[in-house]
C-alpha cells in the first residue's frame, strides 16, 4: 500500500459506514411499517418475524460500532502520519485532504493557492511523511 492509498483508508471507511447507517435508517423505517400493517393480523408467526428483523437491525448497528472503532483507531494513525511532517503548509494540505476530506478546489481557496500549486505542495507532503 502506498501512503495515498494508506491516506485514503479512512475515506472508504467512512463511506462504508454512512452506506449501512442509510441501511439501518431503511430498515427502521421498514420496521415502523411493518409493526403498524402487523397488528391488525394474528401475532404469533409476526412476532416472529418481527424478532428477526431486529435482531438482523442489531446486528447491523453492532457492525455499524465496530467500523466506527476502525475508523477512529485509523484517524488516529493518519494523524500521527500527518502531523510527522516538519512543514506546517504541508501538513494542511494532507489534513484538509485526507481528514477533512476537501476537494482540491476548496483546499486552494482555503489556502490561497491556485490548484496547480496545491498539487505540488501535496506532492511535497507526501514524500514528507514518515510512515
Known sequence: MNIKEYLRQAYR????????????????ELAEKATSVLSDMPHNSNIHSMENAIAKLVDMENEINLEIQELIKIKK?????????DDKECEMILELRYLCQKSWEDIAEIMCYSVSHIYLLHRRA??????
Not at 471507511?13 to 430498515?27: C, G, R
Not at 494513525?77 to 500527518?82: D, L, R, S
Not at 507526501?126 to 510512515?131: F, P, R, S
Request: without cysteine; aromatic residues 6%.
Open 77 to 85: 494513525e493518519i494523524t500521527a502520519a500527518i502531523k510527522s511532517v
Open 13 to 28: 471507511i467512512e463511506q462504508q459506514i454512512n452506506f449501512k447507517l442509510e441501511q439501518v435508517i431503511s430498515f427502521h
Open 126 to 131: 507526501l514524500n514528507k511523511i514518515k510512515t
